[in-house]
């Protein structure tokens, strides 16, 4: 049994979804843990390409029951057009189960978001206009709908009345936007209430229940480590914690349950949305990156930022969250480079950092310090095994892992389940030997790897 975090080591879009849904096939319970409809996985299963919000990635899974935890942040609407998806693909939802303890995005929140963020001009965040930092801006204000709430007629009708009216203030007042109609929003959130009843449920107690019958558990985060709202590159970050301690919080557990920290980062680093990027390539190469990554978002389309690996930023997602191990993720995007790059350092006017700096002035002033690798210039994509990749490619691999000073487990060459290595079976122990930090292999026994997901 193993109690197992999944985290994404830069800035979101990593691959999360990809990796989840493998790990998923040897979980009994899959848990979200954080963020809302801002954020989105993207699993491709045959011929078939599933794009989640918030959903767990292990609903594909018939045996595989799926939480959203109190961390989360819940549109019922978007959550309602994901259900029926699902259903019009024959993909069962009855192992779905919802916290009465996470918050509802409202209407306002949407119309606040959007509104803000317009006002900020050149200061924008680059947010999704969801509602998510209002949504949870009124969960620690205090005056936030919960779950509970919403399936609570007496209790919904009797919060809104008065919240709606104050949100008319705000919306009036300082953004001009028409008022919203209190009998009109109650009405349609009531019809949501009743469609998704049937899955609530205490998702704390759920979860501790299974951590006492040694059930494999895997808590899936939404965005990325540097878009944490306390250790991200602040303002440029989401409203949460993404990170691996984030997932006790949103799922209601302690940290001695958790047994394992697994790392999704890309053999190249993206940025969605506003903020400093050191690596970020201009021109003709990051358009290739994006290009042959399909590097467009899940959740708004928006086309992300491309740039080099950042092994400053690595290195300091695996302290922030006690890594055991790595996924890398789209290594297959970099197989027609002759060279590729990777930061190992920065210069901050004038003076060599490697370490990733708290201040986002000085990380806007940061230089990058390159190391330059050869590249393969052969497809990977048929790889399914260490032994099967280019030389320069393993040796890519291999300096990541230096860098990062953690193994790498999996590495993902394509967006389809089979195009992956497992490096280490998320159960049973190592197929293969690890890539260790310092590039060499790694032999355990089977049952008895560290760095194994779901090792015993």
Not at 69 to 89: F, H, K, R
Not at 311 to 319: C, E, S
Not at 382 to 394: G, T, V, Y
């Amino acid at each position: 049994m193993a109690n197992v975090i999944v985290i994404g080591a830069q800035w979101g879009d990593e691959g999360k979804g990809k990796i989840t849904d493998l790990l998923s096939k040897s979980a009994d319970i899959v848990v979200r843990y954080q963020g809302g409809v801002n954020a989105g996985h993207t699993v491709v299963v045959q011929d078939q390409t599933f794009k989640l919000h918030l959903i767990p990635s292990g609903i594909l899974y018939e045996d595989t029951e799926c939480i959203i935890g109190s961390g989360t942040v819940i549109d019922p609407q978007v959550l309602i057009e994901e259900l029926d998806q699902l259903a019009a693909l024959n993909i069962s939802t009855e192992n779905l189960m919802i916290s009465q303890m996470a918050h509802v995005t409202m209407p306002y929140h949407r119309l606040i978001d959007q509104a803000s963020e317009q006002k900020r001009g050149k200061r924008k965040i680059g947010t999704t206009g969801r509602g998510i930092g209002p949504t949870y801006a009124d969960k620690s204000e205090r005056t936030g709908v919960r779950i509970i709430d919403l399936v609570n007629a007496n209790n919904l009708h009797e919060q809104l009345e008065w919240t709606i009216n104050y949100k008319n203030v705000i919306l009036e007042k300082l953004y001009d936007i028409p008022p919203l109609d209190p009998h009109e929003v109650i009405q349609e959130y009531m019809g949501y209430a009743e469609r998704l009843r049937p899955h609530v449920v205490d998702s704390s107690l759920k979860i501790y229940e299974g951590i006492k019958k040694k059930r494999n558990i895997l808590f899936e985060g939404a965005q990325g480590t540097l878009l944490d709202l306390d250790h991200g590159t602040y303002p440029y970050v989401t409203s949460s914690n993404p990170v691996a301690g984030g997932a006790c919080i949103g799922a209601g557990i302690g940290p001695t349950m958790i047994d394992r920290v697994i790392g999704v980062a890309k053999a190249y680093t993206t940025r969605v949305g506003e903020g400093p990027f050191p690596t970020e390539l201009d021109g003709d190469l990051g358009e290739q990156l994006c290009d042959r990554g399909s590097e467009f978002g899940t959740t708004t389309g928006r086309r992300r930022r491309c740039g080099w690996f950042d092994a400053v930023i690595g290195r300091y997602a695996v302290r922030i969250n006690g890594m055991d191990c790595l996924a890398i993720t789209k290594l297959d995007v970099l197989d027609t480079l002759a060279e590729i790059k990777v930061c190992v350092a920065y210069n901050i006017d004038g003076v060599h950092c490697e370490e990733f700096p708290s201040s986002s002035l000085r990380f806007a002033r940061c230089e990058p310090i390159y190391e330059t690798l050869p590249g393969w210039r052969q497809s990977t994509a048929q790889c399914r095994s260490l032994e099967d990749l280019p030389k320069a490619a393993l040796d890519y691999l291999k300096f990541l892992a230096e860098l990062m000073e953690v193994p790498i487990a999996i590495v993902s060459l394509g967006a389809s389940r089979d195009q992956t290595i497992i490096v280490e079976d998320p159960i049973h122990g190592p197929k293969r030997a690890l890539l260790d930090a310092n590039g060499a292999p790694v032999n355990h026994q089977p049952h008895d790897s560290p760095h194994s997901p779901f090792a015993n």
